[in-house]
């Protein structure tokens, strides 16, 4: 095995991030594309859901990925799972019905909001990390003045898509926030755990959606002519692959946290957007005006920039709780169990390593 920092986990910690950028990039753009042609991001999404359903339940039963042995009462379920479920359903809606509105280089520009507004949502329920502060506010100040010179640059702005996107931005931040503060005693549950309890809530929570929203409007759709391109058409393999791809990113997610950090797996999302932009203007011919290029490179940089503040702050929580009373007690205990005779002998070497050099 790899000693750690060693050239070789350094390049599988490449490797996985690779891998989540090009899946992360791939499953965006298949999405507009199924979206493009069957315009219903509520039955999209309970079709993730689902098949997120099913393929946790096989890796609970098949690895040790999901961790099924820790017991959820029923409150905790109810006034933790539920809520957060209900939040992440309706994140995943509103992120795939923006797509119908705005380019994707567009969409990835606001989606540098998501720090900002998830450090807002956490502050609202007293969550503190990183604390507020000057430098704190000027990162903000940064990556906002930046999305607002992308959102200016933009030449195909709809209003209600911007809309779509900000309130997609809010929700994912709220059960951000959520999830730290009900689940902070759990908090080493993986994404993949998570997923495990929230997709049969939002599958459930979704096919109500549907009833109301999108049924009619499915039926219609149905009687109208497909819309083919070179022999592709939407049929049941192009939704199980695509299923398939989007279970496969959470895996990826998982990967590149165990392997690096979800600071990093933040950061991966700035060069993800970038390429993401490429291939919008090459595949849709969307243009990229130099405003967008600039307001994008300095939400980029503030982006960075509050990824290294709450890693600061994560180490500053980590040395903090080194020192505790518990721990203080815990050294005491073990000083407790020595002889003393033991001790005797630990404190004179000490004392003659620390003694001033002219006693020697």
């Not at 929700?171 to 309890?197: H, I």
């Amino acid at each position: 095995m790899a000693a750690p920092g060693s050239g070789l986990e350094k390049l599988s910690g490449f490797i996985a991030i690779l891998i989540w950028i090009v899946l992360s990039s791939v499953v965006i753009l298949f999405n507009k594309w199924i979206l493009t042609r069957f315009p219903f991001s509520i039955t999209l999404t309970t079709w993730h859901m689902l098949c997120a359903t099913v393929a946790t339940r096989v890796l609970a039963r098949t690895t040790n990925l999901i961790d099924t042995k820790t017991r959820l009462g029923i409150k905790l379920y109810f006034t933790a799972f539920i809520p957060i479920g209900l939040c992440f359903s309706m994140s995943l809606i509103l992120s795939n019905m923006v797509y119908l509105y705005l380019s994707m280089s567009f969409i990835q520009m606001l989606k540098a909001l998501g720090p900002v507004a998830t450090l807002l949502a956490c502050w609202s329920m007293g969550l503190r990390n990183p604390p507020p502060s000057m430098r704190v506010f000027v990162v903000v100040s940064v990556i906002v003045g930046g999305v607002m010179l992308a959102s200016l640059g933009e030449m195909s702005f709809v209003f209600m898509g911007f809309l779509i996107q900000l309130a997609a931005v809010a929700v994912e931040a709220y059960k951000n926030a959520l999830q730290q503060s009900l689940l902070s005693g759990k908090s080493n549950m993986s994404s993949l755990t998570l997923l495990y309890y929230f997709a049969p809530i939002c599958a459930v929570t979704n096919t109500f959606f549907i009833i109301f929203f999108e049924r009619d409007a499915i039926n219609d759709w149905q009687q109208q002519p497909s819309m083919d391109d070179e022999g592709l058409s939407l049929n049941p393999a192009i939704f199980l692959l695509n299923g398939i791809l989007t279970f496969a990113l959470n895996i990826a997610s998982v990967n590149v946290i165990k392997k690096t950090s979800s600071v990093v797996l933040t950061l991966a999302g700035i060069p993800k957007a970038v390429m993401l932009m490429g291939l919008d203007m090459i595949l849709y011919q969307c243009p990229l005006t130099m405003l967008q290029a600039i307001g994008f490179t300095i939400a980029g940089v503030g982006t960075y920039q509050y990824s290294q503040l709450k890693e600061s702050s994560a180490q500053r929580a980590t040395q903090t709780e080194k020192y505790s009373p518990g721990q203080a007690e815990k050294l005491l205990s073990k000083f407790r169990d020595l002889d003393e005779e033991a001790m005797m002998d630990e404190l004179s070497l000490e004392y003659n390593e620390k003694r001033p050099s002219f006693f020697h």
